[in-house]
């Protein structure tokens, strides 16, 4: 018997072990009242789908609270035995999504775990267009048939907003590879779908590398454009539309022929011209003040910062411990010989 027929016939036993072991946790707990319902998938199905669970549970007795939980935690922890394996990365948005629903703190951080592992400037948008989606399953009070209990094995995580706490970091790197490639990415039509937060938090960054401010206006005027489509409004409310995003372009870094009079379909007059008075003082090589809104404060290259995500953090500090070691020794070897 060959490794994949020895891999099916244990996927059979434990499929079947697994529907005794539902049947025996839940008939015991809700016999009477018939409020859990289990189905019984193929054989041929996966133990643990992209979509999530194969069974269905629904719970209606609060008094069973306790009850429900450990029957829960008694089958998810059967079903983590068997490996998971995420194979594309829709795939994994699609069971982040659903392990969000379940409230699954394990299977997040799987998910998390594997698209941190293959973020990369191909997938970033995709990725992180997706990350505003990923909210807390919000509870409606008139919902009396709530859905399996959260699966919070962390203390600390316990009464807090954990989705966006888990997403963090990987929102993190996303943005740090759009900064190291900011003039391909920007020019992405996949830009232009995001949310005013998101586009926001891009082209405000001081960390973003791009060779001219005019890509940054670039982006925010499409964007503009297609939110107004988006609200059926015409191009006379771009500024309403925009908002501080007008403000997002470092003008005062601009050459003066890059600052067109075009621009002002954005900007109010007195803005428009504040900018080009900065520019035309700073082409005479003439003191003049800052521009508001670091409109002419320079962006920063990512190599001047400190490390901002805890990956590149944990890095640094085991750098940090070697450097130590190894000065201890020196030191312990000169003393000794000295």
């Not at 989705?163 to 190291?180: A, F, K, M, Y």
Request: proline share 4%.
């Amino acid at each position: 018997m060959d490794t994949s027929e020895v891999s099916a016939v244990w996927a059979t036993d434990l499929k079947e072990f697994l529907y005794n072991v539902v049947q025996h946790l839940f008939s015991s707990y809700f016999k009477q009242t018939k409020m859990v319902v289990v189905t019984r998938e193929p054989e041929t199905e996966p133990m643990l789908g992209d979509s999530g669970f194969d069974e269905t549970i629904s719970f209606t007795n609060s008094e069973q609270n306790s009850c429900r939980e450990q029957a829960y935690r008694d089958l998810t922890s059967i079903m983590k035995a068997a490996p998971l394996q995420i194979n594309s990365l829709q795939t994994c948005l699609n069971l982040l999504t659903t392990a969000i629903s379940l409230q699954d703190i394990t299977l997040v951080k799987r998910c998390i775990e594997y698209l941190n592992k293959n973020l990369n400037n191909e997938n970033v948008l995709i990725v992180y267009s997706f990350l505003h989606k990923c909210q807390m399953p919000t509870m409606d009070p008139n919902q009396l048939q709530p859905s399996a209990p959260p699966l919070v094995e962390d203390e600390h995580l316990k009464g807090t907003n954990w989705v966006q706490t888990l997403i963090e970091d990987l929102r993190d790197n996303c943005l740090v590879i759009i900064d190291e490639n900011a003039d391909h990415l920007l020019k992405q039509p996949e830009l232009l779908q995001l949310p005013y937060k998101d586009i926001y938090d891009i082209v405000t960054r001081d960390t973003l590398r791009v060779s001219s401010e005019r890509v940054i206006y670039n982006v925010i005027y499409s964007w503009g454009l297609e939110e107004c489509n988006r609200m059926t409004l015409s191009k006379h409310h771009l500024p309403e539309v925009l908002r501080q995003l007008r403000y997002a372009p470092r003008y005062g870094l601009m050459k003066r022929k890059e600052f067109k009079r075009k621009m002002e379909e954005i900007l109010e007059e007195k803005d428009w011209r504040k900018i080009k008075f900065y520019l035309e003082e700073k082409a005479k090589n003439r003191r003049v003040d800052e521009l508001p809104n670091k409109m002419s404060r320079p962006r920063l290259l990512t190599t001047d910062l400190k490390p901002t995500t805890k990956a590149q953090i944990n890095a640094r500090e085991r750098l940090t411990r070697c450097e130590r070691c190894i000065i201890n020794v020196l030191t312990c070897w000169t003393a000794i010989f000295d």
